[in-house]
């Protein structure tokens, strides 16, 4: 390194690359995230990008982006506001400069500066050219322009690359440029790149150069003066990979698969962002995974429930509007009480909505989004990692209970990510399929002949589920279907039944039934280390870590504040009744109108608040301290101050965990 | 890898157990303990039955045998049957079947639709099932009306028919299922009647000894919404109503002669690349299109099922239209998940195979 660059100790950073849908940036921010992986930072990242595979070019539509938070200490959000903003072109810049806290810096690509892409980001003039001058729009932000496009064409000119090839890599000029500010290891993408592009010798020499480039150009210019240097973080012992959700997801369903002996059969039909789940699905066939890629979203969850009937784990992916679609299939499978798996990534809504943002007003959807009275288990997860916990849940309750379960994921979850702590495969639930093998109701006949039948109905008296009898077992032939059956547990033979009583008895009993898999939960973990909080936040789904955030930084000013997180929104766990009592307060953060709060006011009769944002993008932690703070404030008589925390600025920044 | 290029099974039931030596069954064994409740004098009592008689010819164990349906009258086939079964919802069927037989090869999966389930509500998962070629029988009852809700029109009535929902005659043209299956390159398609008992099991035996998707339209008459719709063609004093299909013989039919065998109308190509009824007396014998249901081209099959009338039924061709020899999805499925096991079996138990896959990629220890 050289002698004259000024080294900067950070606990954590934000940094934001935004460029145009073509110019790679969902790629400079993996990379950087597994550089940053691979060095030890806790990190959380926020992809975001248009639902065009290419809007328009240069326009503020088209603008894709990918925030990275990583620090030297366990974080729980990607950040509200980044410190850096990579911009690599006018209309990046302008679609990103309002999430800037002021003193952040900005590295643009002045390259792109040109009167039209100017004109098509809505810039009169260029801000560039304003620089430290009366009229700066960009006064109070530390702007560093770069020409990337142009010493990225010099620094690969030996590849013989078409000027638009070459320019292509600049991509890798930044990454190499931001790597080296904050001190990444290199050879994760020297090998990355070595893989992708294997069969492309000049395209490779072309990155693999622009790559160094950028990293030379932070060490030997003068632009770049201090180099940032994160530690570690301090995490438990174990093995970490740096993980989405949709891929924790998706190992979880294949891990699901090996702990009950099932073969997996997913039933699905694309959709953003579920697609991705089908995409690792499809390559895991040597672990017995079947994956039908339908022709709608109807026939997705149809092949999931008969190959649930022929004996496997059946399992349909999708998002809401196809949750909308599927919700007769659901229905069915409510009825038949088959094992199902059903898993909706939430995006914005309603209707087509917003397919590439995330939100989380399903909730109601899987709730009661069916004819009848048609209870469905749900599972929620609250990190991209702990998307394969609840995945390996999902699958437990439906084979063990022998219904449908959701399992509601959201866009963030699925295409965030962070260091998974990789479990150990026989810590894994064991799931006992427990097939029916034999007859199971011996009798008498009218000529007084001992009878072994059959009956498809007849519960088991514990968890209420029927019998899994599947095709191929002699014997146990039987009929299954949409139509009310008689399945009492007095009379469990499984025939047609359009008798009155026989139909409000297995309404409530599929009710109880799904009420019963509370027995199997364990205790909520409700944090609340002074155990005097008055107020109480609960969540569920992807906002665990905003609501984490905002809670330390309301303990950080010395205040005191419970949290606790629903992994069960259906049947909620036992315990929770009695812990919503013992605060005064409870608010609940969502990404909807209010929906948990609804069922929990409706549940437990507690006055508890929403705190509703609808963005298509996480809950912002400082905002929801400002919240919480507040709502403390009322419930102690006291005015609450959160004050200016932290070691470096800006100060809405995320906080450590008190130690 | 694309297709699995192996020896596949060539019998639609090859994979099936079937009865021990010396074991037997009989229709009875099929029956279950269900009153069946179809309208008196439904066409669907005589197709149950003959499905029950027919099945202990397939030396099938029943435990292995599943059938699916959708929703309509038709669709409460399988509570009659003592094998494995779902009523599903309506026009799913196939889809629901796809899964199953996708997930077992040691199923006999049949679908029993009508013409509102599988053409109306379900028309996309039929022409996909057809498309992909998934190993099943669908037994398509087309009695052109819907039943269960009480009359209204169906995809196949005629155009103008009155009913409760088109008092002043209906308005959409209608579909021909054996032409639809035929454009969706279906590779088993036939037709036969529920009155012919004969004819029916014999389509039924072929179907199920087709591997991959087979669609067998039965023309059922229901007497309560739409009795008659078939009398015409089930008229015994008119010779010229079926077109009995036969593979490998000229298409004629009408009276017999009884030197040559062949009935007094043939089918010969027309001008437009279609076929065309003609005298056979008028044609040169070699002018008479002989029927090649194993054809890889549809077109002839095609033309053919043109000539059965859109309007009311006077007229229609029976029997195979085609039979083709084409790879089945769920085959080839099955032979990607077995072949990727079988490859993976020896780098471990799936427990350890799982342990290398979630700790791939780049990975990093904290002591």
């Known amino acids: 390194m050289s002698q004259t660059k000024q080294v900067k100790q950070l606990d954590r950073v934000i940094i934001r690359f935004a460029g145009d849908s073509g110019d790679g940036m969902q790629l400079t921010g993996d990379r950087f995230t597994q550089e940053s992986a691979v060095f030890g930072n806790d990190l959380v990242t926020l992809p975001n990008f248009p639902a065009e595979i290419r809007a328009p070019q240069g326009t503020i539509p088209g603008v894709s982006s990918f925030q990275i938070h990583f620090a030297d200490h366990d974080i729980l959000t990607a950040g509200d506001r980044p410190d850096v903003l990579v911009a690599m072109n006018p209309a990046a810049l302008k679609a990103n400069v309002g999430d800037l806290p002021s003193g952040a810096t900005i590295i643009v690509d002045t390259h792109d500066f040109t009167k039209r892409n100017l004109d098509k980001a809505g810039y009169s003039s260029n801000p560039l050219d304003k620089l430290g001058e009366v009229d700066d729009i960009l006064a109070g932000f530390q702007v560093q322009p770069v020409d990337l496009t142009g010493i990225t064409v010099e620094a690969v000119k030996e590849f013989g690359l078409s000027r638009k090839d070459a320019a292509r890599a600049k991509n890798m000029f930044a990454l190499g440029l931001l790597s080296w500010m904050y001190g990444r290891p290199t050879e994760p993408t020297i090998a990355f790149l070595e893989r992708k592009f294997a069969k492309v010798a000049d395209i490779l020499g072309a990155n693999i150069a622009a790559f160094k480039a950028g990293w030379n150009y932070g060490e030997t210019t003068e632009t770049f003066v201090v180099q940032y240097e994160i530690k570690p973080a301090k995490m438990n012992a174990g093995t970490y990979r740096n993980i989405t959700g949709n891929l924790a997801l998706s190992y979880g369903l294949v891990a699901a698969g090996v702990r009950s002996g099932l073969p997996v059969f997913l039933g699905s039909y694309p959709i953003t962002p579920a697609s991705d789940i089908l995409h690792e699905l499809s390559k895991h066939k040597a672990f017995g995974v079947t994956t039908l890629q339908a022709e709608d979203e109807i026939a997705g969850i149809g092949a999931a429930i008969g190959a649930s009937f022929a004996g496997q784990l059946g399992v349909t992916t999708t998002s809401g509007p196809g949750i909308a679609l599927k919700s007769e299939a659901i229905g069915l499978a409510v009825m038949t009480e088959l094992p199902l798996v059903v898993i909706n990534v939430q995006r914005g809504g309603p209707s087509t909505g917003l397919p590439t943002k995330t939100e989380q007003a399903d909730l109601l959807q899987a709730m009661y989004g069916r004819n009848g009275e048609a209870p469905v288990p749900i599972v929620a997860p609250q990190s991209p990692g702990d998307c394969f916990t609840a995945a390996v849940e999902a699958a437990r309750i439906a084979i063990t209970y022998r219904t449908p379960v959701f399992l509601l994921s959201d866009g963030y979850l699925a295409n965030g990510s962070e260091p998974w702590a990789v479990p150990s495969v026989d810590d894994l639930p064991r799931i006992d399929p427990g097939f029916a093998t034999g007859t199971n109701h011996p009798s008498t006949d009218a000529k007084g002949n001992q009878v072994d039948d059959f009956w498809p109905y007849l519960r ?128 609940v953060p969502e990404m909807n109108l209010g929906q948990l709060s609804k069922m929990l006011r409706a549940e437990y009769l507690v006055d508890a608040q929403g705190y509703n944002h609808v963005y298509g993008l996480p809950l912002k932690a400082a905002e929801l301290a400002e919240a919480i703070g507040a709502l403390v404030g009322e419930a102690e008589g006291k005015h609450v101050d959160l004050g200016e925390h932290g070691t470096n600025p800006p100060s809405d920044h995320e906080e450590a965990p008190t130690s | 890898m694309s297709t699995v290029d192996l020896p596949l099974p060539r019998l639609g039931t090859a994979l099936v157990p079937r009865l021990d030596e010396g074991e037997t069954q009989t229709g009875k064994d099929f029956s279950s303990d269900q009153e069946v409740r179809w309208c008196p004098g439904c066409g669907d009592y005589a197709v149950l039955k003959a499905v029950q008689s027919f099945l202990p010819d397939l030396g099938l164990r029943r435990e292995n045998i599943v059938f699916v349906s959708g929703i309509g009258c038709s669709s409460r086939f399988p509570y009659y049957l003592d094998t494995y079964g779902m009523h599903s919802i309506h026009g799913r069927a196939p889809s629901i079947a796809t899964g199953i037989a996708t997930a077992r090869e040691d199923l006999s999966v049949w679908v029993v639709t009508g013409d509102g ?50 008092p002043v005659g209906s308005l959409d043209h209608p579909f021909n299922p054996v032409s639809l299956a035929l454009g969706a390159e279906a590779s088993f398609v036939a037709r036969t009647i529920d009155s012919d008992r004969k004819h029916l099991t014999a389509v039924l035996a072929a179907a199920a000894a087709h591997r991959g998707t087979s669609l067998v339209e039965i023309y059922q008459n229901c007497p309560i919404f739409n009795d008659g719709a078939f009398d015409a063609i089930k008229d015994r004093d008119n010779a010229h109503a079926l077109i009995p299909l036969t593979h490998g013989q000229p298409i004629t039919f009408g009276v017999r002669d009884e030197e040559t065998g062949l009935g007094d109308q043939a089918l010969v190509r027309s001008a437009g690349g279609g076929v065309e009824v003609a005298d056979t007396a008028s044609v040169p014998v070699e002018r008479i299109v002989v029927h090649d249901a194993h054809d890889p081209d549809p077109s002839s099959a095609f033309a053919i099922s043109r000539l059965t009338d859109a309007g009311y039924l006077n007229r229609s061709p029976i029997g195979i239209f085609r039979q083709v020899e084409r790879p089945t999805y769920d085959d080839q499925a099955r032979a990607q998940v077995t072949g990727a096991s079988e490859a993976a079996a020896a780098q471990g138990s799936p427990e350890e195979r799982l342990t290398a896959l979630i700790n791939a990629g780049d990975t990093w220890t904290i002591d």
């Open chain 2, 117 to 166: 389930d599988a053409l109306s509500i379900g028309g996309n998962h039929l022409i996909h099932a057809l498309r992909r070629n998934v190993n099943m029988t669908i037994l398509l009852f087309n009695n052109r009306i819907y039943g269960l809700t009480k009359g209204q029109y169906s995809p196949t009535s005629e155009v103008g028919k009155v009913t409760k929902s088109t």
């Open chain 1, 460 to 587: 088991d008296e514990e968890t209420l589920a029927r019998p899994w009898a599947i095709p191929g077992t002699a014997g146990l032939e039987h009929r299954i279907g949409g139509l009310e059956k008689a399945g009492t547990l007095e009379d469990g033979h499984g025939n047609i039944s359009y008798d009155p009583a026989n139909h409000d008895a297995m309404v409530r009993l599929r009710q109880e039934k799904v009420q019963r898999i509370a027995d199997s939960l364990a205790p909520l973990e409700v944090d609340d280390a002074s155990g005097e909080a008055k107020v109480l936040v609960i969540g569920w789904g992807s906002t665990y870590g905003p609501i984490g955030a905002a809670c330390r930084r309301v303990r950080r000013a010395g205040h005191n504040v419970a949290q606790v997180h629903l992994r069960h929104l259906n049947p909620f766990p036992k315990d929770l009744g009695d812990i919503l009592r013992r605060y005064d307060k409870v608010l």
